[in-house]
C-alpha cells in the first residue's frame, strides 16, 4: 500500500481497534473492567493518534495535486454495482476530520473524569470509539453507500450512549425515539441512493458529481430533497427533531461530541458535498432555507423556557443547526461549514461545563446521602443552581466565552460565521429565485440571533451568577454549598482548550471585505479559498457598504440579546423573569413552552394509530380472516368428508344397490 | 467431489444407523454432534473447489440412469451457484441445532437427534437434487422429520400446529406435483427421445421452451407450492402457529434451512421453466411481497410472545426475498439469494436466543421480562447483534441483501414502478420500529420480575454456537463479494437465458392458437415482429 492510504488506514483502524480492545475484553473478563487507566488510556490514543495523522496530512495536502484517494478493499460488486470501501482525503473531508478528531480527543480526555465512577467505563469508551470510528466512515468515505454505513453507525452508537443507562426506561425511550426518527429520514435518504444509481450507475461522488447532466431536472429535484429528508433526521430539523432534546439523557460528554459537535452535523456534511447537485435546484434550496430558519427559531422560543440546563442546550443545539441549513439554503455553504466548526468548538465547551456543573451538583446530592440527608433534586435543573462562579471558577469563565461566542459579540468565533449566513441570506434576497422569500428569512434569522444571545445569558446568568438557590429551595440541604467544588484537571483542560478555540476558530473565516475596505488583496478568508473546490457556493453580489452595515446591525442585534438578558436576569431574579415573560406572551409562551406539543401531535396522529391498528385490525384479521379462511377450507373438506362417509356405510346390500344404480345409468345412457 | 458431495448429503444418516447400537443419552448426543461436525468439514472442500466462473453450470454431478426406460427420472444431483450457498448454509447449522438442543430436549432422545439428521440429509438433498422427481421426493421428505419434532417435542398447542403446518404445506406439494407431471410429459415430448424426463438441466435449456397457456398453470401451481413454503402472504398463517409450538431446534431449521426452500424452488423452477408466466405475474407476486413486508411488520409489532414476534418478521424478510426474485435483474436477484442466507443466519440466531431464554424462565412472553441486559451481558450483546442484523444496519448482512433487493426492485423492468421498492423500504423503519421496541421491553428498564434476578449469564456452549453465525453476520456485512461471487455467474446466465427464452415463447406464438384470456395476458398482438424489435432495442 501506498503511504497516504496506509496513514488513512490507520485513522479508520485505530478507533476500531480501540472499540474491539475494551469492548471485547470488557465484556468476557470481569477483571479487566475496573483497569480504568488502562481503558481510558487505549481509548484517548485510538482517538488521538488518528488526529495526529490528520493534522500530517492536512499540513501536507497539495491543493493542486487534488484528493487522495485510499482504496482498502472491494465492498460490493454484484450486477453493475460496484462499491469499495475506500476514502477521499480533500479539503472539505479534512477539516471535517479534524473536528471529530480533535474535539473527540479532548471529549475523551474529559470522559475519564467524568465516567470516573461509572462502572460501566469500559463500556462507555467501546462505545465512543466506535462512534468515532462510525463518524470518520461518514466524512471519509468516497461513495455514498459507505457514508451511510458511516451514517448508520453513528445512529446506532448514538442509540447506544443515549441509552446508556439503560436501566432507566425514560433513557432507554430516548435512545429508542433517536434511533427510529432517524429512520425515518434514513428512508427517504437510501430511496435517494436508488435514484442517484439508477441515474448515473455508480455511488462514488467523483462520477456523481461529474455526470450532473445524466440527471433530468425532476430528479435532481427528487434526489435533493430526499437527501435534505435524510438530514433532518440526522441533523435534527423540522419535523424529526424531537428526538434531539431527549437525547440528553445521555452522559454528557456523549451530549457534547455526539449531539452538538459532530454526529449532527453529518446533514450540513453531506448537503455540501453534494452542493453543485444542490445548486442546480433553486427549488429544494428555498426548501431548505425554509425548515433552517424555521428550525433556528422554534427551537430558539422553546430554549427560553426551559430550566434542564441540558436541555436549553439541546434547543440551542436545534436552533443552531438551523442556522445552517439556513446558510445550506443560501447557496452558503462555506458559511454553513465555518458554523459547523465554530458551533463545535463553543458548544462542545457549553455541554462539557454543564457536565462540570451536572458532576458538583450530583456530588452535592451524594454527599447529602452521606450525611443521612434523605434528599432528592434534579441536579440539571437551573432553578436549584446560582451563584456557582465562586465555587468552579474555571467552569464559569469557559462557560461564559462559550456563551459570548454563540451569542455572536466580536469578534469570538460565532460573530464571524452566524455574521456569514445572514449575510449570504440577504444576498439571496436580491437573487432571481424568491427573493422575498429569503428577505423574510434574514429577518427570521436575526430575530433567531437576539433570542440566541438572550437565551444562553439567561442560561449562564442563572447557574453562575447570584446566589446559590439549592439550600433555601430543597429542605435539607442546607450549607449544601460546602460540597460544590471545580472539577478535576482531566475535566478542566478540554474546557479551556475549546474556549480558547471558541475566541480564536473565527479567524479562520474573516470576510474578505474588511480585507477590501483596508485596500488588502480580499483572500483574508482563508476557509473560503481552503473549501471552494468542493463547495458550489453563490456568490456574494452586496457592496462592501452594505456589507459593513449588515456587520454591524447584527453585532447591535447581538448586544441588544445580551443587555436584555442582563437586565431581566442580571439581578438573581430568575422567576419573576420568566414570569413577567410569561404574562407578556400569554398563550404563545405555553406554546413554547410545551414545545409546540409536536411529541403528542407524532404520538396522536402515528404512533398510536399505527399500533392501535396494528393490534385491534390486522392481527385480527390475521386470526380471523385469513386463518379463518384456511380453517374453512379444511372445515369444509371434512364436512365433505363426514357426508360421504353415509354412503361408506359398511353394509353390502346397501353397495348392491348403488351397483345395480350404476348399471341401470350405464345401460340406459347406452341405450337412448 | 462427487463423491463426497453424496458423502456430505447421506452421512447424518450415519448418525442414525450408529444410534442402533448406542446406549445412554449423551452417546447419542455426541454422536449427532461428531456426525453433523463432521458433515460440515466434509462440505468444506466442496466450497473451496467450486468453480466460480463456470457456477452457472452444475458441479460435482452424479447423475445415475435412469429408473425406467422411456422415463427420464434418474438420480441427480449437483451444486451450482444458486444452491452452493445454501447448501453451505444448511451443513453450518447442523452441529448448532445439536449443541442448541443439548440440554434442553430430555425425552425420546434418539429419536429427536434421528429426527434432526434426517432433517438434515433432506435438506441437503433438496438443495443439491437436479432432477425435479428427486427433487421433489427430498422435498417431501422433509416434512417428515419437522412433522415429528414439532408434534412430539413441541409446545401445549402442538398438535393442531402440526397439523396445520403439515397438511398446508402438502396441499401445496401436491399440486406441485400434479404439475410436474405434466411438465415431465412435456419436457420428456421435447426431448425426442424419452416419454418423461425431470432433468432441470433440459428443462432450464434453451432448447426447451413451453406453451403459454401450459406455463400458466405450472407456473401458478408450482408458485403456490412455493409461496405456501416461504411463506407469502396471504399463505403464512401455519408459520407462526408452527415456530411457537416448535421445539427451538425445529424452529431454527424452520427458519433458517425449510423456509429458503420456497424461495429457492421460485428461482430454480418458475424463473427458468416459465419465464413468460414468471414475468408476467412478477408485478403480482411483488404486491404480494409487499403487502407481506409491511403486514408481517405491522403484526409482529404487537405480539405479546417473543417466538410470535420472530416468527411474523420473517414473513416481512422473507416478503422481501420474493421481491427481489421477481424483480428479475441481476443486483435483485443476487440480493434475494444473500438474503436467503441472511434471513437464515439473523432469524436462526433470534430463535436461538429466544431458545436460551426460553430454557431459563420457561416463557417467552415479553411482559415477563424486562431489565435483563444486567444480569446477562454476553446475551445482551449477542441478542443486540442479531436484532442489528435483522433490522439491517449497514455493515451487518441483512443491510446488504436488502439494499440490493430494494435497490434491483427499484430500476426492475417488470415492476415498471417506484412504489414497489419505495413502499418495500418502509418495511426497513417497522423491522427498526418492532425489533428495538422488543428489545427494549427484554433487555433494559428495571428488573421488575423477581424471577428474572436469578438469571446467569451465557455459558460456553451456548456462547459457542451464536459466534459463528456472528461471525458471518459481520463477514457478509463487510465483504458481501466472498459471498455474492458465487452466484454472481449464475444469475447473470439464467436471467438472460430466461429472457430469451421468453422472447423465443412470444416469437412461436400466434394469437389464433391461444384462447382468448391468454393473448390479452401475454399482450400477444398479430404481429410479433414489434415486439421482438421493442425487446432487442433495449
Request: glycine share 8%.
Amino acid at each position: 500500500m501506498e503511504s497516504p492510504t496506509v496513514l488513512v488506514a490507520l485513522i479508520i483502524g485505530l478507533p476500531l481497534l480501540g472499540f474491539l480492545i475494551n469492548g471485547i475484553s470488557g465484556l468476557f473478563w470481569q477483571s479487566f473492567r475496573s483497569k480504568k487507566s488502562f481503558i481510558g488510556t487505549i481509548a484517548n490514543f485510538a482517538v488521538f493518534i488518528p488526529f495526529l495523522i490528520t493534522v500530517y496530512l492536512f499540513l501536507n495536502f497539495n491543493a493542486e495535486a487534488g484528493a487522495i484517494h485510499a482504496k482498502l478493499f472491494t465492498w460490493i460488486d454484484t450486477g453493475g454495482l460496484t462499491v469499495d470501501i475506500a476514502y477521499q482525503i480533500d479539503q472539505l473531508s479534512l477539516i471535517m476530520a479534524l473536528v471529530v478528531t480533535g474535539v473527540g480527543s479532548l471529549i475523551h480526555l474529559y470522559s475519564i473524569g467524568y465516567m470516573s465512577h461509572d462502572p460501566g467505563f469500559w463500556k462507555f469508551f467501546a462505545y465512543l470509539n466506535l462512534f468515532i470510528f462510525a463518524m470518520l466512515n461518514l466524512i471519509l468515505a468516497d461513495n455514498l453507500l459507505l457514508l451511510f454505513l458511516g451514517w448508520e453507525g453513528v445512529g446506532l452508537c448514538s442509540y447506544l450512549l443515549i441509552g446508556f443507562w439503560y436501566t432507566d426506561m425514560l433513557k432507554s425511550d430516548a435512545a429508542k425515539k433517536a434511533f427510529l426518527y432517524n429512520r425515518v429520514g434514513d428512508f427517504a435518504f437510501l430511496v435517494a441512493i436508488f435514484m442517484i444509481f439508477e441515474a448515473v450507475g455508480s455511488l462514488n461522488f467523483d462520477v456523481i458529481l461529474a455526470n450532473l447532466d445524466a440527471f433530468t431536472g425532476d430528479a435532481v429535484f427528487w434526489i435533493a430533497f430526499l437527501m435534505f429528508i435524510g438530514a433532518t433526521g440526522k441533523s435534527a430539523q423540522i419535523p424529526l427533531f424531537v428526538w434531539l432534546p431527549d437525547a440528553m439523557a445521555g452522559p454528557t460528554s456523549v451530549s457534547a461530541l455526539i449531539h452538538a459537535a459532530t454526529m449532527v452535523t453529518s446533514g450540513i456534511y453531506l448537503i455540501t458535498r453534494m452542493s453543485p447537485m444542490y445548486v442546480l435546484s433553486p427549488e429544494v434550496m428555498m426548501i431548505v432555507a425554509v425548515i433552517g430558519a424555521l428550525t433556528a427559531i422554534v427551537a430558539a422560543t422553546i430554549a427560553i423556557t426551559q430550566y434542564d440546563i441540558k436541555g436549553v442546550l439541546a434547543y440551542s443545539t436545534v436552533s443552531q443547526l438551523g442556522f445552517m441549513f439556513l446558510a445550506l439554503g443560501a447557496g452558503a455553504y462555506t458559511a454553513a461549514l465555518f458554523h459547523v466548526i465554530t458551533h463545535a468548538f463553543f458548544k462542545a465547551c457549553l455541554f462539557l461545563g454543564s457536565g462540570s456543573v451536572i458532576h458538583t451538583m450530583e456530588h452535592v446530592e451524594h454527599k447529602l446521602h452521606d450525611k443521612g440527608k434523605d434528599v432528592h433534586f434534579d441536579p440539571q435543573d437551573i432553578r436549584n443552581m446560582g451563584g456557582l462562579r465562586k465555587y468552579m471558577p474555571s467552569t464559569y469563565k469557559t462557560f461564559l466565552i462559550a456563551t459570548i461566542a454563540i451569542a455572536g459579540i466580536p469578534p469570538l468565533a460565532g460573530f464571524f460565521s452566524k455574521d456569514e449566513i445572514l449575510m449570504h441570506t440577504m444576498n439571496m434576497g436580491f437573487g432571481e429565485f424568491a427573493g422575498a422569500m429569503y428577505f423574510l428569512l434574514w429577518g427570521v434569522a436575526t430575530v433567531t440571533a437576539f433570542l440566541t444571545a438572550f437565551y444562553m445569558f439567561r442560561l449562564t446568568l442563572t447557574t453562575f451568577h447570584g446566589s446559590f438557590k439549592l439550600p433555601k429551595k430543597v429542605k435539607g440541604a442546607e450549607n449544601a454549598e460546602q460540597y460544590l467544588h471545580e472539577s478535576p484537571s482531566t475535566m478542566t483542560i478540554p474546557l479551556w482548550t475549546l474556549a480558547g478555540l471558541s475566541v480564536v476558530g473565527g479567524f479562520i473565516g474573516i470576510p474578505n471585505f474588511i480585507a477590501k475596505t483596508f485596500g488588502g488583496e480580499g483572500t483574508i478568508n482563508w476557509l473560503a479559498s481552503w473549501i471552494s473546490p468542493i463547495a458550489a457556493d453563490i456568490p456574494l453580489t452586496l457592496s462592501i457598504p452594505a456589507e459593513w452595515a449588515l456587520m454591524i446591525f447584527a453585532t447591535l442585534v447581538a448586544v441588544a440579546g445580551v443587555y436584555t438578558a442582563f437586565k431581566m436576569y442580571g439581578n438573581d431574579n430568575q422567576e419573576v423573569s420568566d414570569a413577567k415573560i410569561s404574562s407578556r406572551f400569554g398563550g404563545l409562551y405555553q406554546v413554547w413552552k410545551e414545545k409546540y406539543n409536536l411529541d403528542e401531535l407524532y404520538e396522536g396522529t402515528v404512533v398510536h394509530p399505527t399500533v392501535r391498528f396494528s393490534d385491534r385490525v390486522l392481527a385480527v384479521f390475521d386470526l380471523k380472516v385469513i386463518d379463518g379462511f384456511v380453517n374453512a377450507v379444511a372445515g369444509i373438506v371434512r364436512l365433505a368428508g363426514s357426508l360421504l362417509r353415509y354412503i361408506q356405510t359398511g353394509v353390502t346390500s346397501n353397495y348392491a344397490f348403488f351397483l345395480i344404480l350404476g348399471v341401470i345409468l350405464v345401460l340406459s345412457l347406452l341405450l337412448f | 467431489m462427487e463423491f463426497l458431495l453424496n458423502l456430505t448429503i447421506y452421512f447424518p444418516l450415519l448418525g442414525v444407523l450408529a444410534f442402533l447400537f448406542l446406549k445412554g443419552d449423551n452417546a447419542v448426543k455426541w454422536t449427532s454432534l461428531v456426525v453433523t461436525s463432521i458433515t460440515f468439514l466434509l462440505s468444506l472442500p466442496l466450497l473451496f473447489n467450486f468453480d466460480v466462473a463456470g457456477s452457472a453450470t452444475p458441479q460435482f454431478v452424479t447423475e445415475g440412469s435412469p429408473i425406467l426406460s422411456g422415463l427420464d427420472i434418474k438420480y441427480l444431483v449437483g451444486l451450482d451457484g444458486l444452491s452452493l450457498l445454501l447448501f453451505m448454509l444448511t451443513t453450518l447449522f447442523g452441529p448448532i441445532v445439536i449443541l442448541a438442543s443439548w440440554n434442553s430436549v430430555k425425552k425420546s432422545l434418539v429419536g429427536y437427534y434421528s429426527m434432526l439428521l434426517i432433517l438434515q440429509t433432506a435438506s441437503l438433498g433438496v438443495f443439491a437434487s437436479l432432477d425435479l422427481v428427486v427433487f421433489y421426493v427430498f422435498f417431501e421428505l422433509s416434512l417428515i422429520p419437522m412433522y415429528f419434532l414439532i408434534g412430539i417435542w413441541g409446545g401445549s398447542d402442538k398438535v393442531r400446529a402440526t397439523i396445520k403446518f403439515f397438511i398446508y404445506t402438502l396441499v401445496g406439494s401436491l399440486i406441485m406435483l400434479v404439475a410436474l407431471i405434466y411438465l415431465g410429459y412435456n419436457a420428456g415430448a421435447a426431448t425426442g427421445v424419452y416419454q418423461f424426463t425431470a432433468d432441470w438441466r433440459f428443462i432450464s435449456s434453451p432448447e426447451y421452451t413451453i406453451g403459454l397457456v401450459e406455463q400458466t398453470w405450472l407456473f401458478l401451481a408450482f408458485a403456490l407450492a412455493f409461496c405456501i413454503k416461504v411463506p407469502l402472504f396471504p399463505f403464512h398463517t401455519w408459520l407462526p402457529y408452527a415456530h411457537t409450538e416448535a421445539p427451538t431446534a425445529g424452529s431454527v431449521v424452520l427458519a433458517a434451512i425449510m423456509l429458503k426452500l420456497g424461495t429457492y424452488g421460485l428461482i430454480r423452477v418458475c424463473m427458468t421453466a416459465f419465464p413468460n408466466a414468471f414475468m408476467e405475474f412478477a408485478p403480482w407476486m411483488a404486491t404480494l411481497a409487499v403487502i407481506g413486508i409491511i403486514y408481517g411488520a405491522l403484526v409482529a409489532m404487537v405480539q405479546k410472545d417473543v417466538k410470535k414476534l420472530v416468527a411474523y418478521s420473517s414473513v416481512s424478510h422473507l416478503g422481501f426475498v420474493v421481491l427481489g426474485i421477481f424483480a428479475f435483474n441481476t443486483i435483485a436477484v443476487q440480493g434475494a439469494i444473500i438474503q436467503m442466507i441472511n434471513h437464515g443466519l439473523s432469524t436462526g440466531a433470534l430463535f436461538l436466543i429466544v431458545g436460551m431464554i426460553y430454557d431459563r424462565r420457561h416463557t417467552r412472553m415479553i411482559a415477563d421480562f424486562g431489565g435483563i441486559a444486567k444480569k446477562m451481558p454476553v446475551f445482551a450483546v449477542m441478542f443486540m447483534i442479531a436484532t442489528l442484523a435483522s433490522i439491517g444496519l449497514p455493515g451487518l448482512n441483512g443491510f446488504i441483501g436488502e439494499f440490493f433487493i430494494l435497490n434491483g426492485s427499484f430500476f426492475s423492468e417488470l415492476y415498471a414502478n417506484k412504489a414497489y421498492a419505495v413502499i418495500a423500504a418502509l418495511g426497513v423503519i417497522l423491522a427498526a420500529v418492532y425489533m428495538l421496541w422488543m428489545y427494549q421491553r427484554v433487555m433494559f428498564g428495571p428488573i421488575t420480575n423477581k424471577e428474572n434476578e436469578k438469571l446467569i449469564d451465557l455459558n460456553g456452549r451456548e456462547i459457542g454456537l451464536l459466534v459463528p453465525l456472528v461471525i458471518f453476520m459481520v463477514w457478509i456485512g463487510i465483504r458481501p463479494v466472498d459471498f455474492t461471487k458465487y452466484s454472481e455467474e449464475w444469475v447473470d446466465t439464467y436471467i438472460t437465458l430466461s429472457e430469451e427464452k421468453s422472447i423465443t415463447v412470444i416469437e412461436n406464438t400466434s394469437k389464433e392458437d391461444i384462447p382468448n384470456w391468454t393473448a390479452r395476458f401475454y399482450n400477444i398482438d398479430e404481429n410479433q415482429s414489434e415486439y421482438r424489435l421493442a425487446h432487442q432495442g433495449k
